[in-house]
């Protein structure tokens, strides 16, 4: 069933109601939403992932828009736990903090600051710092280490709030944070009410092209509503009178974009060269075809074809009587082995290093979470690395187990086995 059958859907950014439908993943259970062994019995809830295409803003987005309590109730995904999440967030920080000439009197805010992973940098370089963290528990633990953290979601209101009461931001970083809202425009509105006249928003987020052109299909789940270009962002953000006056690639999560934003009406005060990047990315993105939908149609057929591939080699080796298990409990996992439909047939465990998801089952599949030296202890022939993202990272950390003659299967961005 397409969800343009019986739904009207309009986009999240302009309003414009001609989406196109690029690729439909079917009924999927919550990417993060992992079991206790207590709720194994219970059904769990499913929901449509339909990814569609609006060629009016250029923005690609998911039609459905699960509540966010259901979403973020248990939120398991903890930044520290990365070693490439931690070194970005190293770099990013002191270089604004440079550039930007930060000191006691300034003001960084993080929208969904996770555990204070990224602000603790700013902290330890005597800067006033503000996380913003709807997840109770996580803010807790930021709260813990001393980075002060409002728990609430973000948006008009609660910017308005903070600006009366005198916490205006010399830098606001939101990463990954406008492809997960619901209330899109609420939050890019409060960016804009927060900001000091001359402050400065740092946007980074998964890159749309990235995405197609690398097949990585995984990183659509229903937590991420939206995968942007250079000139989704553009379209966007110019509808609450912010310039952007900077953008550059870098290498997260399997490539994102990292843009930033001045208020229009305040002092520019970035340097003019980040301009010229803006509209070198603006033009580079209009000869690759941003705009057109024949760029995204392809996408659905290159998921099929390394569905197919992926499942001949799991299902060769598992005749051959080889065991195979998992590493990375992510989001991205959900949606690779549910919509692969690849499970406990074939798959024996999935290791992972965050504490707070060992001891869990993984949503729809049911596969157990155990700790990364279970690899070592049970010595799987294989194991497919679901955290491709993180790949150098956890080769790396796996020197023992591939010593030993452990193999890894990695399926994106091209199939191979190391
Ligand atoms: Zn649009």
């Known amino acids: 069933m397409s ?5 009207l859907p309009y ?3 302009c309003n414009q109601q001609h989406l196109q439908l690029i690729l439909s993943l079917g009924q999927m259970p919550l990417a993060n939403a992992l079991l206790t062994a207590d709720q194994l019995a219970w059904s769990e809830e499913t929901f449509p992932l339909d990814l569609v295409f609006c060629p009016d803003c250029t923005l690609v987005q998911i039609t459905e828009t699960v509540p966010p309590e259901k979403l973020f109730r248990e939120y398991f995904y903890l930044s520290s736990f990365s070693d490439t999440v931690l070194e970005n967030a190293h770099q990013i920080a002191s270089r604004l903090a440079a550039t930007r000439r930060l000191n006691a009197q300034s003001m960084v805010v993080e929208i969904a600051s996770n555990d204070g992973y990224l602000l603790n940098n700013y902290r330890e370089a005597g800067i006033l710092v503000l996380g913003i963290e709807p ?3 996580i803010a807790r633990k930021a709260e813990a280490q001393g980075i002060r953290t409002v728990s ?3 948006n008009v209101a609660l910017a308005q709030r903070l ?3 005198g916490m205006t931001a010399d830098v606001i970083h939101a990463n ?3 492809a997960h809202v619901a209330d899109l425009k609420g939050v890019v509105e409060g960016i804009g009410v927060l900001l000091k006249p001359d402050g400065v928003a740092v946007i980074e987020n998964h890159y749309v092209k990235d995405l197609i052109d690398h097949v990585e299909f995984d990183s659509i789940y229903h ?4 995968y942007y270009s250079v000139t989704a962002f553009n379209n966007l953000f110019r509808q609450f009178n912010m310039v952007m ?4 690639r870098i290498p997260m999560h399997g490539g994102s974009l990292r843009v930033f934003f001045q208020r229009e009406e305040g002092p520019q005060t970035w340097e003019a060269v980040g301009r010229e990047r803006v509209l070198r990315l603006l033009t580079e993105e209009q000869d690759w075809g941003v705009g057109q939908f024949a760029f995204y149609r392809d996408f659905g057929n290159k998921v099929a074809h390394l569905r197919r591939e992926l499942l001949a080699l799991l299902r060769r080796l598992k005749s051959e009587g080889r065991r195979i298990a998992v590493y990375g409990a992510s989001a991205k996992s959900t949606t690779l082995l549910n919509y692969f439909g690849i499970g406990s047939e074939i798959l024996d465990f999935v290791a992972d290093r965050s504490t707070v998801k060992q001891n869990h089952y993984t949503p729809g599949t049911h596969l157990p979470i155990v700790a990364p030296e279970k690899l070592l202890e049970i010595q799987p022939d294989y194991v497919l690395l679901l955290a491709w993202n993180f790949a150098d990272e956890v080769l790396f950390q796996q020197a023992e187990y591939r010593k030993r003659g452990g193999r890894f299967i990695v399926p994106i961005p091209e199939l191979r086995v190391i």
């Open 3 to 7: 969800i343009l059958d019986n739904t």
């Open 11 to 13: 986009c999240r950014s």
């Open 135 to 137: 997840a109770l528990n």
């Open 152 to 154: 609430e979601f973000f």
């Open 163 to 165: 600006r009366d009461e």
């Open 176 to 178: 990954n944070v406008v």
């Open 223 to 226: 937590e991420h509503l939206c």
């Open 245 to 248: 006056v900077d953008a550059e």
